[in-house]
């Protein structure tokens, strides 16, 4: 499959706390994408990350990437109760035309 | 400026009908996805076209599932006839990617299928 798999499924924190997020996947990338996903609504893009790129920064996330082991992870600090949705990675697959989305992690922020 | 617009955002039918969403992108926007996303699970592609034309069509059921990009601007994807299994989240997203995923997607609400 060439689709991310994220780990874990499920994460609940306390509100200030860090949440990490990892994503595997299987073949070789361009780049890797990030995108939130609150309940009943639409995907919102997070962050990109080019296959050259280690490690980049948005805000209060943090996103690193390892080709040589495919895998990368979504670091948020400081949570917010308003974080708590399900986090999805994509790649960009090289030499297709179109991203392949994980199964996503479901993040819960207690207040 | 504008999202992606999609509608309607819930639908209720019965197996064996028919049905449609449409979808107008962020202007200037060439390419347009349609994802299926099943309840728990990670959005899967179903068509993406570069303008008015079908780049990636490969995991469209094609037997009941058609999608129109006429004009190269909005689009509908129709179901026809459904079946219980069709029951899911259709989301429409658009990007300014010419080919590839170049660029972040921009995402509408989505369609709520359900079958019954």
């Known amino acids: 499959s060439q689709q991310g798999e994220e780990d874990p499924q499920a994460l609940s924190i306390q509100e200030g706390e860090n949440a990490t997020m990892n994503c595997s996947y299987k073949?070789?990338?361009?780049?890797l994408q990030w995108y939130r996903q609150n309940s009943g609504r639409g995907l919102v893009h997070l962050i990109l990350?080019?296959?050259?790129?280690r490690e980049k920064h948005s805000g209060r996330l943090r996103v690193t990437l390892d080709t040589s082991k495919k895998s990368s992870s979504l670091l948020i600090t400081a949570s917010r109760a308003a974080d708590t949705a399900s986090y999805f990675c994509?790649?960009?697959?090289?030499?297709?035309?179109?991203?392949?989305f994980g199964t996503g992690t479901r993040l819960t922020v207690i207040p | 400026e504008a999202g992606v617009a999609q509608s309607p955002r819930y639908k209720i039918i019965e197996k064996r009908q028919s049905v449609a969403f449409w979808c107008n992108p962020i202007?200037?926007?060439?390419?347009l996805y349609w994802y299926q996303q099943i309840l728990g699970q990670g959005p899967k592609l179903l068509i993406q076209?570069?303008?008015?034309?079908?780049?990636?069509d490969s995991q469209l059921p094609k037997d009941r599932f058609s999608a129109e990009r006429l004009k190269g601007v909005d689009s509908t994807l129709k179901i026809q006839p459904a079946k219980l299994e069709d029951s899911a989240v259709y989301l429409c997203?658009?990007?300014?990617?010419?080919?590839?995923?170049?660029?972040?997607?921009?995402f509408g609400s989505g369609t709520r299928l359900t079958v019954v």
């Open positions: 997203a658009s990007s300014l990617g010419a080919r590839g995923p170049a660029y972040g997607y921009t």
């Open positions: 073949t070789s990338i361009n780049n």
């Open positions: 990350i080019r296959s050259n790129e």
């Open positions: 994509a790649t960009g697959v090289t030499g297709a035309n179109n991203l392949f």
């Open positions: 202007s200037g926007h060439a390419t």
């Open positions: 076209f570069q303008n008015n034309g079908v780049v990636d």
